[in-house]
């Protein structure tokens, strides 16, 4: 049986500062190696000091997935010399010397699947190596020490997953639950990294290193295990070893350096005294922690009457579940809903359009408010949303400006409605032997009308007159 | 000028006008100009101290608030970083780091007006007791400069004794402040683990390492204390103390207090005359009406052992950051694989240095941690435990701060060995975590020997005023410099 295990590294990107210092979490778009303090830059005689919002992010994100969460925990020292890490040592969290990581073992639901969560550990992110020069004789390395010292949480899962499907959907869960959670946001580059085991029945475990995102993480098992089985079949033996994945080339490839036979010298860090989180402090971490995912899911179902599909897709991402429960109220929530699944979420599908994007609340209700009212159909809804999404302007005013309100009156309509009428006999006639041909009429006035006519009113009429 | 003061002694002198700030800090920089060829104290010297005091003095004229030191001169231990300073810790691998920062006490001093006249020699890394493994030469002890002066923070025991400067700040990780304070006959204190910030200070092993003032006399100690203790946000291991006067009611003596008297420190390998010294400090303190006692700290036979094994391990990662990147000295570093660059690089340490970091490097490796570092930190708990209960019964302890007399210098240099032995009356706090100071008490054929007493966790005050009722019992010689 395949064996999979992750190790994913995700950023607490939503934090101001850095784990040890107040330099900026963010470090992103920022000038090389000018996001430093003499704290992060380990320069001699500095010391780590604590960022306490970190630990409580990362004990939620324990929580979240289940996990104990211990009274005291300790920070370890993790040896080793690496040119990204300026102490040469990365300040981290161990479970060997009893449980004293942020969080103890865990699950998750995945499907019907349970995957087991090993641990939850927080520790400091090194800096950035980029390489320069093509040949390996003339590459330089240089250093950005901006991400040095970044908050990282590290999630262990057990060898839990049978497949990369289950792997991508575990990573679909987890990055809507990291999001939703407000700890991090999954779609900054470099904010999510992964480790994975592999392991095919009969062969030995191999660790894939170094994979950049989530999107390869599923690439990467993926080839890993088609490349045991292809080894397996041959009847070569899949030795023991760490590959590293070529994201340019979409490969794994075995790392000849000896970095499995390090030996880190664990010991604990002695700068960052024993924290306790008691359980008045957990507690009232507990209490102020979002609302799942699931729990939201349910209320959009119960409350409001909203689709399973419907409610599911809304409640999954922060951003749109933020959006819904901002400007629903109890009789619009649908149509709101509606709005977000079906049009809105066309329009702002990136990261940078969502953060362009001028769409209030406000505007939300309005459109849901008005659609109900009968004073603007679905389709120029979509119209105003669209031009909303871009000016930020009022309904009202969006309305006006792009000629969008309904044809209500009913004069005019009936113009309009005999004018279908005689272009479209055969579909007259046939109303009498299939009402619902009806619709196609009313169609047709819809498009005569781009959209304006009000649909309740144009049926009524249109009704009469075919009769 | 007389430069033989003390520190309350100099304020005083200031604030009543007898003397101005500019006199007495150019008379200490002439004093260091005179004596520090044969000494060598100094790794640098302030050659702006004198203008300082200079402003120092038009302050005080001019009425404006002044700091308590007011202008004092006091040296730093080259591990303590100053702002655009160079901080070497005696290494060459250091020899063009410039601190971009103060260190909490800098900071506090600095408000306080001290003066820093200059960087005090030390061993390597703090790495020694005889300062002997300084890169940039031995300091000498002015009592007889043939004599080690001790060490690590030989360089600011030996510009306090030789009358350089009025006091020192020096580094104790497991007697670096008491034992030159001994072996140059001046008073040198190892706080409660926590009380003084160690932002700053170039760790060693920063688990058990403390900053501590070296100073003529046992008030001069409670005066720097007022100033340089208390939280520090840049410090998570800081402790609070609640703001405490630690000159405040130091004449209290110690009558009717229970003094131990530690029987694994005055055995094997003592010096006659520093047992008879010690027996001597005894009875003056019950003299004083204190009741003292034999008792016995078992695990201090195997403190030693632990205290090389924990400082190794830590200062194996500590001194990891050295790979000469980002600081350090003239070696460029293009053209080379980042591993053959860090091993040619990291070969400028001395030797003291590499003898500790391969061990660092082997005792809490997996296969051996077991066997080494994890029983070194049994005893330490062990250790810290046994000195616990002793206190339930004693206000303080008593040993000689070292068992020995000074040495010459390359007496013991190549006998690690014999050198580790002279550090057995000292780790044990450092280990605990408890205070301890060294008086000093007498002088045998021109050398002097320190008496240590020891307090329980959080009681330097309690401690100093044993200190000062000790301190009091004694009048030594002047140092014959």
């Known amino acids: ?467 | 000028m007389n430069l033989k003061i003390s520190a309350l002694e100099y304020v005083e002198q200031v604030k009543n006008g007898d003397i101005s700030a500019e006199d007495f800090v150019s008379s200490s920089i002439d004093r260091i100009k005179n004596v520090d060829d044969k000494l060598h104290a100094f790794l640098q010297v302030n050659s702006k101290a004198v203008e300082h005091a200079q402003q120092i003095d038009k302050k005080i004229k001019s009425g404006e608030k002044v700091g308590q030191c007011f202008g004092m001169p006091i040296s730093i231990k080259d591990n303590i970083c100053i702002k655009h300073s160079k901080t070497t810790c005696a290494s060459k691998m250091l020899e063009k780091f410039t601190a971009p920062y103060d260190a909490t006490v800098i900071s506090k001093l600095k408000q306080e007006d001290a003066i820093f006249v200059g960087k005090a020699n030390m061993d390597e890394f703090a790495m020694g007791l005889t300062t002997e493994f300084s890169a940039y030469g031995p300091s000498k002890n002015p009592w007889n400069t043939d004599y080690v002066p001790g060490g690590s923070s030989g360089g600011s025991a030996v510009s306090v004794s030789a009358f350089e400067c009025i006091a020192s700040l020096g580094s104790d990780t497991g007697g670096s402040v008491r034992n030159p304070a001994s072996f140059c006959s001046v008073v040198g204190f190892k706080p409660t683990y926590g009380l003084i910030s160690r932002f700053g200070l170039i760790s060693y092993a920063n688990s058990i390492e403390q900053i501590g003032p070296i100073t003529r006399t046992v008030k001069d100690t409670a005066f720097l204390l007022n100033i340089l203790s208390g939280l520090d946000s840049n410090d998570n291991t800081t402790i609070e103390n609640g703001n405490q006067d630690y000159l405040a009611d130091i004449d209290s003596g110690i009558e009717g207090k229970k003094i131990g008297i530690i029987q694994e420190m005055m055995g094997e390998g003592i010096d006659p005359s520093v047992l008879s010294a010690t027996n001597d400090a005894v009875s003056k303190l019950e003299g004083l009406g204190a009741v003292c006692e034999k008792v016995s700290i078992d695990m201090v036979k195997y403190s030693v052992a632990s205290y090389y094994t924990i400082t190794a391990t830590e200062a194996g990662s500590n001194l990891a950051r050295y790979d000469n990147l980002r600081y350090g000295y003239e070696f460029p570093v293009e053209g080379f694989e980042f591993n053959s660059y860090i091993s040619k690089a990291r070969a400028k340490f001395g030797p003291e240095v590499i003898r500790r970091m391969i061990l660092g490097g082997f005792v809490p490796s997996a296969g051996h941690a077991g066997k080494y570092f994890l029983k070194a930190l049994k005893v330490k708990s062990k250790l810290t435990k046994e000195v616990k209960d002793a206190f339930k019964k004693f206000d303080y302890l008593i040993a000689p701060t070292v068992p020995v007399l000074p040495f010459k210098l390359g007496e013991k240099i190549d006998d690690p060995i014999a050198l580790f032995l002279v550090d057995i009356n000292t780790v044990m706090s450092n280990l605990s975590g408890i205070p301890s100071i060294s008086v000093p008490f007498s002088i045998s054929n021109g050398l002097p020997i320190g008496i240590q007493l020891l307090a329980n966790h959080g009681e330097d005050k309690s401690l100093l005023q044993a200190a000062k009722a000790l301190e009091s019992t004694v009048n030594l010689p002047e140092v014959p410099i």
């Open chain 1, 1 to 467: 049986m395949t064996k999979i295990g992750l190790e994913i590294h995700c950023q607490l990107t939503k934090l101001e500062s850095k784990l040890f210092c107040s330099c900026k979490a963010n470090y992103r778009e920022q000038e090389i190696n000018s996001n430093v303090c003499p704290v992060c830059m380990g320069l001699p005689g500095t010391l780590p000091r604590i960022n306490q919002k970190a630990i409580e992010k990362a004990t939620i994100i324990a929580m979240a997935l289940n996990c104990s969460t211990p009274e005291k925990i300790a920070f370890f020292r993790k040896n080793y010399f690496y040119p990204d890490l300026p102490k040469n040592f990365q300040i981290t969290q161990l479970n060997i010397y009893g449980d004293t990581s942020v969080g103890g073992t865990g699950s998750i639901m995945v499907g019907d699947k349970k995957i087991r969560i090993t641990r939850v550990q927080l520790e400091e992110d090194p800096g950035r190596l980029i390489y320069e020069g093509s040949s390996s004789k003339n590459q330089i390395t240089l250093v950005d020490y901006n991400r040095a010292g970044t908050p990282l949480v590290e999630i262990v899962t057990e060898p839990d997953f049978e497949n990369p499907k289950q792997v991508r959907e575990f990573l679909n869960i987890l990055s809507d639950l990291l999001e939703n959670l407000n700890v991090s946001d999954p779609s900054l580059e470099g904010a999510m990294r992964a480790d994975a085991n592999v392991s095919i029945e009969g062969g030995n475990k191999v660790e894939i290193k170094n994979i950049g995102s989530f999107h390869d993480l599923e690439k990467a098992v993926h080839f890993e295990i088609t490349r045991q089985e292809s080894l397996h079949s041959r009847e070569i033996p899949i030795i023991q070893e760490t590959r590293h994945w070529d994201d340019k080339r979409k490969i794994t490839i075995s790392s000849r350096s000896k970095e499995e036979e390090l030996d880190y010298r664990y010991f604990l860090e002695g700068d960052i005294p024993w924290i306790k989180i008691d359980s008045d402090t957990r507690e009232k971490l507990r209490s102020e922690m979002p609302e799942s995912i699931s729990s939201k899911k349910n209320r959009y179902i119960s409350e409001y009457g909203i689709p399973g599909q419907v409610a599911d897709v809304l409640s999954s991402d922060k951003f749109y579940s933020d959006l819904f429960d901002k400007s629903h109220s109890q009789t619009n929530a649908k149509e709101v809903a509606n709005i977000i699944t079906t049009d809105l979420m066309g329009l702002v599908d990136t990261r940078e359009k969502r953060e362009q994007s001028k769409l209030t609340p406000e505007h939300l209700k309005d459109l849901a408010d008005y659609i109900q009212e009968g004073k603007l159909s679905r389709s120029s809804a979509k119209n105003a949303l669209y031009e909303i999404v871009k000016s930020g302007k009022k309904l009202s005013q969006t309305i006006t400006e792009l000629d969008l309100g309904n044809l209500s009156n009913e004069d005019e309509l009936l113009k309009i409605i005999k004018q279908v009428i005689s272009e479209e006999p055969k579909a007259v006639e046939q109303t009498k032997s299939n009402p619902q041909t009806i619709n196609f009429l009313v169609g047709k006035v819809m498009q005569k009308t781009k959209g304006k006519a009000d649909p309740s009113l144009t049926l009524n009429l249109l009704k009469k007159e075919v009769e």
